[in-house]
């Protein structure tokens, strides 16, 4: 069973994010980059299926040359072997465009697969578009947000959770998953997985190498504008008598806020 599991170099989510006012872009200096989240469970579920099914997990990423990083993470998990799809251009937050990247390199160097795994989304763009852009441009089965997995022989049966019931859904292989929280408990690197992830060549692919032209991965959104959030106000506290509080309130309501 040969398992693509696709990950992403994100900010962590513990990280004070600065916007440059002069680019309009993220303030990369001095941030730590981390493997996303819900990617690890992508992962965890392939190194489990690999287990009980034998075969290969193979992680691969869209990015630069700093995103071997979090590919030694994934190699030092467990994973068999590791890719990258190397671009420099800075996230553009098209889901779109990186769909067409990793359809391209599954078409034409890992057409020899049986399950494509994907977190839900990333934390780094949160647009979680990219897992159901890959399976319609592959023409594949998807089920998306699952958070338990059972895979026999060449059927699979996905659980999702809903509003007030756990969805079931049996599908063929190959397929495409994307992982919720939930889906297992994600387990940390060993000291000689990290040892021999040093030792492993992690290949690159580029545009070149996947007959990609820049007209045929152009992002097609424009970021017009992008600034922190404004700092919250102090809250007032009115120390009044009832009566006297409620009135106060509702001046405040609608002079100041304009609620009302």
């Given amino acids: 069973m040969n398992i693509l599991v696709f990950v992403k170099r ?9 916007v440059n006012r002069e680019t309009g872009k993220i303030e990369e200096e001095g941030l730590n980059f981390v493997l996303s989240p819900y990617d690890e469970y992508a992962v965890e579920e392939g190194l489990r299926l690999r287990g009980a099914n034998g075969g290969k997990v193979t992680v691969l990423t869209v990015g630069t040359e700093e995103s071997s990083i979090i590919l030694k993470k994934c ?33 034409k160097k890992c057409s020899d697969y049986s399950l494509l795994l994907f977190g839900k ?75 021999a992830a040093k030792k492993k060549e992690i290949p690159v692919l580029s545009f070149e190498d996947l007959e990609l032209k820049e007209e045929d991965i152009a992002s097609g959104l424009e970021i017009a504008k992008m600034e922190t959030p404004p700092e919250r106000q102090v809250g007032k506290i009115i120390k009044e008598e009832p009566e006297e509080a409620a009135k106060k309130l509702v001046e405040f309501l609608h002079l100041e806020a304009k609620i009302i």
């Fill in 121 to 195: 989304q990333s934390v780094g763009a949160d647009n979680a578009q990219i897992p159901s852009m890959v399976a319609e441009l592959l023409g594949l089965p998807q089920i998306n947000v699952v958070t338990k997995l059972e895979i026999k022989g060449d059927q699979g049966i996905a659980y999702r959770e809903i509003e007030g019931a756990i969805e079931k859904v049996a599908f063929p292989l190959p397929s495409v998953i994307s992982a919720q929280k939930g889906l297992n408990e994600p387990r940390y690197e060993t000291l000689k997985g990290i040892m």
């Fill in 75 to 107: 190699l030092a998990m467990g994973a068999d072997e590791a890719l990258l799809l190397k671009d420099e251009v800075p996230e553009t937050y098209d889901g779109l465009r990186i769909a067409k990247i990793i359809a391209r390199a599954v078409e």
């Fill in 10 to 18: 994100v900010p962590d989510t513990e990280s004070k994010i600065r």
